[in-house]
């Protein structure tokens, strides 16, 4: 394993053992599945 992939604090990096640039639609769906994830907020808190 890469070690900036297994240092990086981000769970779904971990899990899917790539980095964020290299994520797909799919590999997001199966960590949504594989975690049973209900339910995901998309708002925007922006300092802008």
Do not use: C, S
Request: glycine share 2%.
């Amino acid at each position: 394993m890469d070690n900036k992939i297994a240092m990086n604090p981000n769970p779904v990096i971990q899990y899917l053992n790539k980095p964020a640039e290299q994520l797909t639609k799919e590999d997001l769906i199966r960590f949504i599945e594989d975690y049973d994830i209900q339910m995901i907020n998309f708002r925007y808190m922006g300092w802008d």
